[in-house]
């Protein structure tokens, strides 16, 4: 196997992770051309399913994401993509991580954890 199999699918499974305290920021997707952007550039490029291109990670936030690694699974079909986090939040929503709502499985109640770094009407816009 010489790299990701993009012939299961156009569009692999992207965690990303930071990479000097292993948490896990988000879970976006790759298609074969963010893939090969990112290993060319060391920022880190996603496939967005919403709008239909690439995303070039925190092109309207600043949020970027700087490349230290790239691992696949044992299929080649999901990656676990190794970020320095710039600007500290890697959510939409302003969050470090995008899960940042836990869910107690004794009681099913959801609480939020973290604090929010930015927020996402300022960098957005309203409505974002």
């Known amino acids: 196997m010489n790299g990701p199999d993009f ?3 156009e569009l692999l499974p992207a965690i990303a992770q930071d990479a000097s305290t292993g948490t896990v920021l988000m879970l976006a997707y790759m298609n074969r051309e963010a893939y090969e952007e990112t290993l060319k550039t ?3 490029c996603y496939y967005s399913r919403s709008r239909q291109k690439l995303w070039r990670k925190g092109e309207e936030s600043g949020n970027v994401q700087e490349l230290v690694s790239i691992a696949l699974d044992c299929d080649a079909d999901t990656l676990l993509v190794n970020v320095n986090q710039i600007g500290g939040a890697a959510c939409h929503e ?5 899960f940042f709502r836990k869910v107690d499985p004794a009681t099913k109640e959801i609480s939020i954890v973290g604090d929010r770094i930015f927020d996402p009407d300022e960098v957005y816009g309203k409505n974002s």
């Open 7 to 9: 012939n299961k699918s």
């Open 42 to 44: 060391r920022r880190v």
């Open 94 to 98: 302003g969050y470090q991580s995008c």
